[in-house]
């Protein structure tokens, strides 16, 4: 049983940058899939497409040097401890070298369009 899937599919990502692999497949869901779609916007990945019904083929990306793009991936809101800010306080990853993934009313989106549009709501991740 898996307590948080969101964290699951961020281990997985993490897991086969690690590894090398060039794919990695992640159990389907609308949250899963918005946040592989907000992950190829900002670049950390180069494509996620929805597979079939239960799976997302996320293809991961490399510079030209076989090193990951991707440094750090890491849960900022889980089930149990909730964080939200507001656009006033949506906190910068890495002197804007990354960006964060936030919920908002008008769905998942970076935490830079969160700002520009003045929304709030649930900080996902942060990614560098």
Same mark, same amino acid.
């Given at each position: 049983?898996?307590?948080? &899937?969101?964290?699951?599919?961020? =281990?997985?990502?993490?897991?086969?940058?690690?590894?090398? @692999?060039?794919?990695?497949?992640?159990?389907?869901? @609308?949250? *899963?899939?918005? #946040?592989?779609?907000?992950? !190829?916007?900002? +670049?950390?990945? %180069?494509?996620?497409?929805?597979?079939?019904? @239960?799976?997302?083929?996320? !293809?991961?990306?490399?510079?030209?040097? *076989? =090193?990951?793009?991707?440094?750090?991936?890491?849960?900022?809101?889980?089930?149990?401890?909730?964080?939200?800010?507001?656009?006033? $306080? #949506? &906190?910068?990853? /890495?002197? +804007?070298?990354?960006?964060?993934?936030? $919920? =908002?009313?008008? +769905?998942?989106? !970076?935490? /830079?369009?969160?700002?520009?549009? @003045? %929304?709030? +709501?649930?900080?996902?991740? *942060?990614?560098?």
């Amino acid at each position: 049983m898996i307590n948080d &899937p969101i964290a699951d599919m961020l =281990t997985i990502i993490r897991n086969g940058y690690m590894a090398r @692999k060039k794919n990695v497949v992640v159990r389907n869901s @609308k949250a *899963k899939a918005a #946040i592989g779609s907000v992950l !190829t916007e900002l +670049g950390f990945v %180069l494509d996620s497409k929805v597979k079939n019904d @239960k799976e997302i083929l996320v !293809t991961l990306k490399y510079n030209e040097d *076989k =090193t990951p793009v991707l440094n750090e991936i890491k849960r900022v809101s889980s089930p149990s401890i909730r964080v939200y800010k507001d656009h006033k $306080s #949506i &906190p910068f990853v /890495r002197s +804007g070298l990354g960006d964060v993934i936030i $919920s =908002t009313p008008q +769905g998942l989106m !970076t935490g /830079r369009k969160a700002r520009s549009k @003045k %929304l709030g +709501g649930e900080i996902i991740c *942060k990614v560098s």
